[in-house]
């Protein structure tokens, strides 16, 4: 036979492209270990640049909860938990971020209005972490705010978007105890939630425990402010 160009010969065959180079192990760990230091360097540089932000957010939204299970006092002051007592003042070289705080509310006249308590303790999913407001002298809670918790959505997130079960709060006589819906019959009762009955239960118990905890510091704590 005689080739496409007219002569005879047989047909070349195409070379095989050559093997590519073989990359040694250490070289893709190096390689891989490295970009997890940038990677991990991005990170740390993106925290900290939004540290401040975060940190300033947290500090408003706790400012509102204060105003609300307040009652919107005219103002308010940060009592510090120290040494079993309440003091206007960090000891010195401790860092207030590490000090269990207390609020204080004064209404325009200067009379207090009550304290706000932070708690935190175990729902059904995570920790359940609210604030509310209690006022000394007549033993019954102002309000109650749910500021962080995962409970099941649709059942035990109720604890913090039912109206019915958050209202309550405000007037409820310490210690509360929790009953079955219907049942309420007295201020220290709390009808608590159908489906969701463990996380009603860690909310009164937060309040219980904490009142059980910082009450006898709050009663302490002199009419005068001095701390």
């Not at 007295?186 to 009955?197: K, L």
């Amino acid at each position: 036979m005689t080739g496409a160009d007219g002569q005879g010969g047989s047909a070349v065959m195409p070379s095989a492209p050559p093997a590519p180079d073989e990359v040694k192990a250490s070289r893709l760990l190096v390689t891989l270990g490295g970009g997890g230091v940038v990677a991990g360097m991005l990170l740390v540089v993106a925290f900290g640049l939004t540290l401040p932000t975060i940190e300033a957010n947290k500090a408003r939204e706790l400012a509102a909860a204060v105003n609300e299970v307040l009652k919107a006092p005219a103002r308010y002051e940060t009592l510090y938990v120290v040494g079993g007592a309440l003091v206007r003042k960090v000891p010195d070289g401790a860092d207030p971020k590490k000090i269990e705080r207390v609020y204080l509310g004064y209404r325009s006249d200067d009379q207090r209005v009550g304290f706000a308590m932070v708690s935190a303790e175990a729902g059904f999913q995570d920790f359940v972490r609210i604030i509310f407001g209690y006022d000394p002298k007549t033993r019954q809670l102002l309000g109650m705010k749910v500021l962080e918790s995962k409970e099941t959505p649709g059942l035990g997130d109720k604890i913090e978007k039912d109206q019915a079960f958050v209202s309550q709060f405000a007037g409820a006589q310490a210690p509360l105890i929790g009953v079955k819906q219907g049942k309420r019959s007295s201020p220290r009762e709390v009808a608590m939630i159908t489906g969701a009955t463990i996380s009603s239960k860690a909310v009164i118990r937060i309040i219980n425990n904490a009142l059980k905890r910082l009450g006898p510091l709050v009663d302490a704590y002199p009419q005068e402010g001095k701390g």
